[in-house]
């Protein structure tokens, strides 16, 4: 039995599912173990403060882990340093530290999207502040869509039609830190040529607005299977399609995805080389855009609402009439992506699955 450790969250949460029960308590974690062993896994929960450094050599091993999204992600800041620290000490960490940077991290994922090459993607730019904008005020075109780096559900996305408009978006997404605004000012009068902070410092992202859409798709993989919805513009919600609702939602066939989207999104998804992905795409009526990208704790609702799933049988895309428990199918998603790395290595190479040893930590 080859072993994989899972991570969960101090509140015993292990991943992302729509409609659990508690409210916001992940997967079913006894189910998740049931499917894994039946594929030849055996799956050992483990809490992130339990990683010891110390005493225990994490090198090669498996390990799959949650997210956060707690308030001013500061759960989510002690996660990425115990994944990155994972990575770096040679375990094999499912999916790369890289996507957990990426996960709800807008700036992060434009740079992630533009390095690796997943698409040629939407011409946007990063700032960190205030500040830095002014240096390209004279280069941006309206409209222009604002992102937050940090937000789920389309919060902190705004389309921006003039320069004022956008200084005051720029102002009311800053935390500003009042005390220490004053002792600065204060250095400015003590030292001569002092160059002050700046006040309003909240990184984002400007992207090029898609003019005249009326919806977006979104698409989850799970290994070979990929769920699709459709999501309406909503009037009242500016430019943005998620956070509407799900009501509003249409799934599986009924979501009528233009020829070509399965294609553009599992071009991506290969790319990204992660065993399960959330991919957000626009389409225009003449070319899709990558609009947004997650690989760990994103909504299920595509899933968990679906009758079915669409494979890739040959060259054609057919749909498979079938309903898949979330936990089958993160399962089959890690499955398939272990078996890959066994028969098609690269410089991030898992080991032969059949000399990982059981261990006790």
Partial sequence: MKE??????????????????????????????????????????RFFNEIDFNTVDYQGK?????????????????IEDIIFA???????VMPRYKHLRANNNK??????????????????????????????????????????????????????????????Q??????????????????ALRHKGYVKECKFRNKFILQQFIPNLKNDWKVLFYGEKLYIFKRPIQQNRDIRASGGGTQNYVYGVAAEAPEGVFDFAQDIYIKMN???????????GNEFYLIEYQSLYFGTSALVN????????????????????????????????????????????????????????
Avoid at 170 to 187: E, I, L, P, S
Avoid at 321 to 334: C, F, M, P, R, S
Wanted: hydrophobic share 35%; no cysteine.
């Fill in 274 to 284: 992660v065993p399960h992905a959330s991919i957000d795409i626009a389409y225009d």
């Fill in 86 to 92: 994972l990575e770096d000490s040679g375990a094999h």
């Fill in 306 to 361: 679906s009758d079915g799933y669409f494979t890739k049988i040959g060259t054609q895309w057919e749909f498979i009439t079938d309903k898949i428990e979330l936990e089958k199918a993160y399962a089959d998603g890690v499955d398939a992506y272990l078996k890959k790395h066994e028969t098609q290595p690269d410089h991030y190479s898992f080991p032969k699955l059949n000399t990982i040893a059981t261990s006790n930590i």
């Fill in 107 to 168: 700036v992060y994922m434009e740079f992630l999207n533009a390095y690796s090459g997943y698409t040629k993607n939407l011409p946007s730019k990063a700032f960190s502040s205030l500040k830095d904008l002014e240096m390209h005020l004279n280069t941006i075109t309206y409209p222009i869509v604002f992102k937050t780096a940090e937000g789920a559900t389309g919060s902190g996305v705004k389309l921006i039609t003039s320069e004022k408009e956008l200084i005051a």
């Fill in 170 to 187: 720029v102002k009311k997404t800053a935390t500003r830190n009042y005390k220490m605004d004053v002792w600065d000012h204060g250095r």
């Fill in 4 to 45: 994989i450790i899972a991570l969960m969250d101090y509140k015993s949460v292990f991943g992302s599912k729509k409609f659990n029960f508690p409210y916001r308590s992940g997967m079913d974690k006894e189910k998740l173990a049931s499917y894994f062993q039946k594929l030849g896994y055996s799956l050992s929960y």
């Fill in 62 to 78: 498996l390990i799959l882990y949650t997210s956060s999204e707690d308030v001013e992600y500061r759960y989510k800041s002690y």
